[in-house]
């Protein structure tokens, strides 16, 4: 009962945007949403910083806005960095925002609990471009182009809106995307989906090396053979865990953690135990940047997810048309 609730408490909300009766704030600057309509993860931080690195690459000067999902920070805006000698923690501002900063040092990455003021921000600071951060059901900012990700192994979870299932909003909801992106896809899968937009599809990549709590680089290869303890704090673990595997890593041991787990003196007591009779500890990128330099029994070491697409055709064009048209 409570998920039908929500389903018509949604349709509700959505309704009163497209008829104007609740008010949207169209940027001066095209604004790039990236969202998905399942609670959990589909990929929105790789397909962010897969669009900043693209529009860098064209010239053109990004921002990220998040809502800073799980940070501690009650502000209007701030944004992520000490470019102007102050300093969010991925506690403050959330770790998603914290690892975009960290890996795009060249772009803006504001949190506002209201998105509008963190577009607003970004056109004073001089962004031709914007990107919102899981920004699908966040309709009080208007879009220009609007990426909807969906897991390609569940892409609706059981049909049923939250809490009875994974769906933030009902399913008809996709037909606002311009775009669909299919992530975690084999391309062997026959899905059919009510939707109207184009899809693409693409798959979840790990880096050929990890880093050290210290920044230092080792390959995939040189650790294959060691003893490895793997934790992860996301959505989905499992799917870390098996891409570790796949990557040849023949001994270790799974150790999930709750999806944007706070690190606090018991949980790492707690892997620090773990880790006996390990080699060493690997973790995601999301999670190292919560960590910092905490020290283990054996070194820890954080590798990268990137997203790898069968082709881009359709959201190059989407993003030249977006460039041209940014005056």
Do not use: W
Not at 9 to 27: D, E, Q
Not at 94 to 116: H, M, S
Not at 215 to 237: M, T
């Amino acid at each position: 009962p409570v998920s039908v609730l929500y389903g018509i408490t949604m349709r509700i909300r959505a309704l009163l945007y497209r008829s104007g009766m609740k008010p949207s704030y169209r940027a001066r600057v095209p604004v790039i949403s990236v969202g998905n309509v399942t609670a959990g993860g589909t990929g929105k931080t790789p397909m962010v910083d897969f669009l900043v690195k693209k529009l860098v690459n064209k010239g053109i000067n990004c921002a990220v806005v998040s809502r800073g999902y799980g940070g501690q920070f009650r502000g209007a805006v701030a944004r992520v960095g000490d470019h102007d000698g102050s300093s969010l923690t991925p506690a403050e501002c959330g770790d998603e925002p914290f690892l975009l900063a960290v890996r795009n040092p060249g772009t803006p990455v504001y949190v506002a609990r209201q998105r509008k003021l963190g577009v607003r921000r970004a056109e004073r600071d001089g962004a031709q471009i914007i990107i919102l951060d899981d920004g699908f059901q966040h309709l009080a900012v208007a879009r220009d182009l609007d990426l909807l990700l969906l897991d390609a192994d569940q892409p609706f979870g059981n049909g049923r809106t939250l809490p009875a299932g994974m769906l933030r909003e009902p399913i008809a909801a996709v037909h606002r995307s311009d775009l669909i992106i299919l992530t975690r896809s084999t391309g062997n899968e026959t899905i059919s989906l009510p939707l109207a937009a184009p899809i693409l599809r693409c798959h979840h990549q790990l880096s050929s090396h990890l880093e050290d709590l210290s920044g230092h680089q080792v390959s995939v290869q040189d650790i294959a053979n060691q003893r490895c303890l793997a934790f992860a704090g996301i959505a989905k673990p499992d799917a870390f865990f098996d891409a570790l595997r796949q990557a040849g890593l023949k001994t270790m041991t799974a150790y999930p953690l709750a999806d944007h787990q706070d690190y606090s003196e018991e949980v790492l007591m707690r892997l620090r135990e773990a880790s006996d009779g390990h080699d060493l500890m690997i973790t995601t990128q999301k999670d190292a940047v919560k960590l910092g330099t905490v020290d283990f029994p054996v070194p820890c070491y954080s590798i990268g997810v990137e997203l790898v697409f069968e082709e881009t055709e359709l959201l190059d064009n989407s993003i030249n048309q977006l460039v041209e048209n940014r005056s």
